[in-house]
């Protein structure tokens, strides 16, 4: 393990905290919100825009990157912050949700996965083991484990198979990753929604030791509920003293809710995917800015909002630029997603810090139930 990677918790509110990840390439602020940068890149944003909002960390797909450009060509030249120009931390996944997605496309066995690519149908092989190397070649300072992710609703029994399978690709992942100061390796629970299979999930996790630990399978189907349902034990079921990471979540409402619960970091494409659909998230909920009801607004998307967007641009100016087709309403609607989306986990700190999240979390609810501001 690296002795260049650190956590420490700053302060507690209820099962909630805020802390620090300490990398070499910067301090990540707990809980932390990672844009994602699939292709190397955040979509409609400049990276130094994607740090304007306020995150700390982007996160990197490696099936999309080891099929375009290749990881080998962005390890020759100069690995994958040089390639896309963000100096801080990148969070690389291991490409297992990607590959199983495939369906027909892919063909599971112990090894791994081979599969065709979903651009020019060319043959692969994603094992452990290549996974490990792949991330390696991006030179990411957060590498997660190959694992296997079931979609669900699926039997119990398929997916306790795929979790137990996951745990021996974890320990082939820890194997293969070897001794790099400076980067930082996490496991991944899995177990769908029954607390056995998390729990055992988690102890083989533990066994092996990891930098960091996921909880993988959740936000693919299975519902808020049932998804809050296993998030009310499973954070406690992995190591106090490692960060926590809830993958590819989610709406502002799931945020909240798995900060309550003791996650300490997440990541979705939702504010990027959304904003260049026309949807802007706010304090007050969501806006389809696309609807009649904005094209003579003179006002902002929020009047408290600090970014471009809302600074600078009307929502009749978004409306019409939207509806026109122009670039620049996916840019301006991107940044403001990502700054209300850190703006969100700026507040939620700053109320764990302050012992008062459960005021803050009230609050919250109560400005989204009002819904947006009445139309002119």
């Known amino acids: 393990m690296s002795d260049r990677f650190s956590f420490a918790v700053n302060a507690r509110d209820g099962l909630a905290r805020t802390g620090t990840l300490q990398t070499t390439r910067g301090d990540i602020r707990t809980p932390a919100f990672m844009p994602v940068g699939t292709a190397a890149t955040v979509k409609a944003m400049l990276p130094e825009s994607v740090r304007e909002t306020g995150a700390d960390i982007l996160l990197g797909n490696t099936y999309h990157l080891m099929l375009r450009p290749g990881a080998e060509r962005i390890a020759r030249l100069g690995g994958l912050h040089d390639f896309m120009n963000w100096q801080r931390p990148i969070l690389t996944d291991s490409g297992g949700f990607q590959v199983m997605s495939l369906g027909p496309l892919r063909k599971l066995t112990e090894e791994g996965v081979t599969f065709a690519s979903h651009i020019d149908g060319s043959r692969h092989e994603l094992t452990p083991e290549r996974s490990m190397e792949i991330q390696g070649l991006l030179g990411s300072d957060i590498v997660m484990a190959f694992d296997e992710c079931p979609a669900l609703p699926a039997t119990e029994e398929t997916v306790a198979d795929s979790m137990r399978r996951s745990m021996r690709w974890a320990q082939r992942s820890r194997d293969a990753f070897g001794d790099r100061p400076g980067h930082a390796l996490f496991g991944i629970m ?67 809710g798995a900060v309550q619960r003791g996650v300490d970091m997440m990541d979705c494409v939702l504010p990027s995917r959304s904003g260049r659909t026309g949807q802007a998230w706010t304090r007050r909920g969501q806006i389809n800015i696309k609807n009649a009801r904005h094209q003579d607004d003179p006002r902002p998307l929020d009047e408290d909002c600090t970014c471009p967007a809302c600074r600078s641009y009307s929502r009749a100016y978004l409306h019409h630029v939207f509806r026109a087709g122009e670039m620049i309403s996916g840019m301006l609607l991107t940044w403001h997603n990502l700054h209300y989306y850190q703006d969100l986990m700026a507040g939620l700190r700053d109320a764990i810090s302050q012992g008062r999240l459960d005021g803050y979390i009230a609050d919250f609810h109560a400005m989204r139930a009002g819904g947006d501001i009445p139309p002119l």
């Not at 729990?199 to 808020?224: H, K, P, R």
Request: proline fraction near 6%; charge should be negative.
């Open 190 to 256: 899995q177990g769908g929604v029954t607390r056995e299979l998390r729990e055992e999930s988690a102890q083989a996790l533990t066994g092996i030791g990891f930098d960091g630990y996921a909880i993988g399978g959740l936000a693919v189907g299975e519902g808020q509920e049932a998804m809050f349902g296993v998030l009310d034990y499973a954070p406690g079921l992995l190591p106090q003293d490692k960060p926590r990471y809830l993958m590819g979540v989610g709406k502002p409402d799931d945020i909240v």
